[in-house]
């Protein structure tokens, strides 16, 4: 069977536009659904021919809701459902909705705009956009926070063993779960700690973004929680976003994973706490303010769609 996925694995780039769209309701969106495919399938191969090294990549995710409305293939992918909210006893991880998510990456902005552009001629008549973040590279990849973020992803082959489904699902293998949350965060109250007590937080150093030894890391760090074991891995693509002047500092945390029993996890550990109660400090200076999972498609499963 072949399975020529959707670039999934790929690096965060220097900018990023993130899209989620709702159907409207009593609408015939089959046209308009099989014309996006295409035009998915398009823009990633035209962007690729005409500036092959601005590594373009558009990826489309479809979520639970909208793959019922648009009567895609039977059974579904085996973990594809609403995604509930977890609920802390101090923090909760909301659910909102979804039926379709952009993340449009390039180097030149220029680029990312013009993918928004022409997916948005297609979806206005039949969908209306829920969100639209335009997230950039923050030096050497910090997150808005100042600490370097993504350095235990997964690296080469891991990338995509982590990333795509396997056999164990093999109708939609070479697929990924698409899990995203906007956070934002209490920027005040983050910088009002010493760089010593933000290191606690995170449980890495802040400049050289080393990890502390075990027996230093407070449990309820961030990566001692997000951290569940070396065959439990996501591959995270967060992209820091922020208007200074409204005392706007975000975090879209993006991750694609070949379960999506993984990220959540992830979330249990960092909402609920591990042992309960023992939750992630670093939601104490961020808010989740959405929480969608999606099913991407590989882009043979889009060619199909789109016929
Ligand atoms: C406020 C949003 C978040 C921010 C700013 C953030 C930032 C960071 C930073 C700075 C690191 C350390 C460097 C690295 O290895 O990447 C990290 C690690 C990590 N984060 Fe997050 N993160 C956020 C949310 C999440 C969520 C929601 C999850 C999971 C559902 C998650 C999963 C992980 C994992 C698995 C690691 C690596 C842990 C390890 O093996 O050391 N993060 N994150």
Not at 2 to 10: A, L, S, Y
Not at 245 to 267: C, D, H, Q, V
């Amino acid at each position: 069977m072949n399975f020529e996925k959707q670039n999934v694995t790929d690096y965060p780039n220097t900018n990023t536009i993130f899209q989620v769209w709702k159907f409207k309701e009593k609408l015939d969106l089959q046209d308009s659904f099989q014309s996006l495919c295409t035009l998915i399938l398009n823009l990633n191969n035209s962007f690729f021919n005409r500036f092959p090294e601005s590594r373009a990549s558009c990826i489309m995710g479809i979520g639970f809701e909208a793959w019922k409305k648009l009567s895609l293939r039977e059974p579904l992918p085996k973990e594809l459902e609403n995604f509930a909210e977890i609920k802390g006893n101090t923090h909760t991880a909301v659910s909102s909705p979804g039926d379709l998510h952009f993340h449009l990456r390039a180097d030149n902005y220029s680029i990312c705009f013009d993918m928004s552009t022409e997916i948005s001629k297609i979806l206005k008549p039949i969908a209306d956009s829920l969100l639209e973040i335009h997230g950039f590279k923050y030096w050497d990849n910090r997150s808005i926070l100042g600490f370097v973020d993504g350095t235990e992803n997964p690296h080469g082959q891991d990338r995509d063993q982590f990333a795509m489904i396997g056999d164990e699902d093999a109708e939609y293998k070479g697929g990924s779960y698409l899990f995203v949350q906007k956070y934002l965060h209490n920027m005040d109250a983050w910088q009002s700690l010493s760089t010593e007590d933000q290191e606690k937080v995170i449980g890495r150093s802040k400049e050289n973004d080393i990890e502390m030894a075990d027996d230093i890391k407070p449990s309820n760090s961030h990566i001692a929680l997000a951290n569940i074991g070396d065959n439990l891995k996501i591959i995270r693509d967060n992209m820091p976003f922020g208007t200074p002047s409204s005392n706007e500092f975000g975090t879209y945390f993006i991750s694609y994973a070949n379960s999506f029993s993984t990220t959540k996890t992830m979330l249990k550990k960092m909402f609920i706490g591990d042992p309960v109660g023992n939750y992630d400090r670093i939601l104490d200076f961020s808010t989740a303010k959405t929480g969608t999972l999606f099913f991407v498609p590989t882009k043979d499963m889009l060619n199909e769609f789109s016929e």
